[in-house]
């Protein structure tokens, strides 16, 4: 069949996507909105150094999520709807016990990676060494790696659920809110005291480490009163061979954008030129990301029918692409125009001096919009089967980003950094296209 005899039909059917999960897409769209009044207070809360320090932190946590979950939040994507669709809860309540004793695990090795370089910082501090204080927030900020893992992996449980408006909150908006109030609470009580030492930006991490224990509660709360009851009466029934290797293979989806940007910020805090080019660089991503919201919503919506298709129709999984990339595209195109012209202005709200991150914004802007265009293809290479080969992409990903960081960003600064990451977008969604196109004669956009 002819792949106009699909294009109306798909037009209609991704609408109808978007009408019919409307309320999803909202709770999207105001958690980004949730992320981008974190960082506005924040950076006017603190000094464009210490805003800085405070996005590496968050940074930290976006790389090191898929570390920590081994994968397993994807694979509990695969497996999880089918037992609870067959009724299968001995292989059910099996997956999540093993699910949780990885985590604990992780949880053990984190912490203890943690401990062991605050006394080593502690150490050389008390020889004479390297005072405390000259040591980078990061090496203090391991403890929330767990928890910030422990509220993505119940939330992708209440996703396996159907509770797509519980999971969405609790991913997005909910966790901003509760930051944001703990520190507003955290600041009237003890700002006067030696603990509201909040230039300092400690009590900001014990905020944040409060916040998140606080949706872990609430969460908890929700899947035990959401989960089927013979979950907690059945004799579980374990996989373990196959549940780790379908996780393994998932962690080479996890250098996304998010995780680009998060290595990026890093680099930069390493060989930048000065400790305030940081903050200036986590603004950018804030306002840069908008670009990428409705597309991330859009991909929720339509990855289940790209992976039914993948080895089915192909010519329907061409019509499906070519309209949900403009579905992405356009409105990608509009908020990219509304920062060409205003840029300097949101830049503005970030603090004094952040305006000058203008020509910087606009190098992004080139790399997420050609993200936009060529994103689609990693879906497809993972629902094809060829998890290996998005995997060695995933790592030549690494390898091209720190190499171009190195370069530039000494010799460019934070439009350096900037070109770098525009530039490792552009090469991975380039190659991974033209796999596609070779392994599954499938074009990404209809014009690639």
């Known amino acids: 069949m002819k792949l106009k005899t699909y294009l109306k039909k798909d037009l209609y059917l991704i609408a109808g996507l978007l009408r019919s999960n409307g309320v999803i897409l909202a709770l999207i769209i105001l958690s980004y909105f949730a992320t981008y009044a974190l960082n506005i207070y924040l950076a006017n809360l603190l000094k464009p150094v210490l805003y800085g320090d405070v996005s590496i932190v968050f940074q930290l946590l976006m790389f090191s999520l898929p570390f920590a979950l081994i994968g397993t939040e994807l694979s509990m994507m695969h497996y999880l709807p089918k037992y609870f669709e067959e009724k299968d809860y001995e292989h059910a309540s099996g997956f999540l016990r093993w699910n949780l004793r990885l985590l604990v695990w992780a949880t053990i090795f984190i912490l203890l990676l943690g401990a062991i370089i605050a006394v080593f910082a502690l150490i050389l501090e008390r020889f004479g060494y390297h005072n405390i204080e000259t040591y980078h927030i990061i090496l203090f900020s391991f403890w929330l790696i767990p928890l910030f893992a422990f509220i993505v992996w119940l939330a992708t449980i209440l996703q396996t659920l159907r509770r797509y408006y519980w999971a969405a909150s609790f991913r997005g908006f909910a966790v901003s809110f509760m930051i944001i109030l703990t520190i507003v609470i955290f600041l009237s009580l003890f700002e006067n005291s030696w603990i509201g030492a909040y ?50 293979e998932m962690l080479g989806s996890f250098v996304g954008y998010t995780a680009l940007a998060a290595i990026e910020i890093m680099l930069i805090e390493v060989v930048g030129e000065n400790e305030s080019m940081v903050g200036h660089f986590a603004s950018i991503i804030v306002i840069g990301s908008s670009v990428m919201v409705f597309a991330l919503a859009v991909d929720i919506f339509v990855n289940p029918h790209i992976s039914s298709l993948v080895h089915k129709n192909k010519v329907h999984l061409q019509s499906i692409l070519d309209i949900v990339n403009l579905f992405k595209l356009i409105p990608g195109l509009i908020i990219s125009l509304f920062i060409l012209f205003f840029g300097q202005w949101l830049l503005e709200h970030f603090g004094k001096g952040f305006e000058g991150a203008y020509p910087a914004l606009l190098i992004l802007l080139v790399g997420y919009l050609a993200g936009l265009a060529l994103g689609s293809a990693m879906p497809v290479l993972i629902y094809s089967g060829h998890h290996i080969l998005n995997f060695k992409i995933s790592l030549w990903q690494l390898a091209v980003i720190t190499l171009l960081s190195l370069i530039l960003i000494p010799l460019f600064g934070i439009e350096g950094a900037a070109l770098s990451l525009s530039l490792t977008i552009l090469f991975s969604g380039v190659l991974r296209s033209i796999f596609v196109r070779k392994y599954l004669d499938i074009n990404i956009f209809f014009f690639v």
Not at 214 to 220: F, G, P, R
């Open 199 to 248: 230039k300092r930006v400690w009590s900001i991490l014990l905020c944040i480490g409060i916040a998140y224990f606080v949706i872990i509660l609430i969460e908890i709360l929700t899947i035990y009163y959401k989960l089927p009851h013979e979950i907690y009466h059945v004799e579980p029934k374990f996989l373990k061979k196959n549940w780790f290797k379908h996780s393994f």
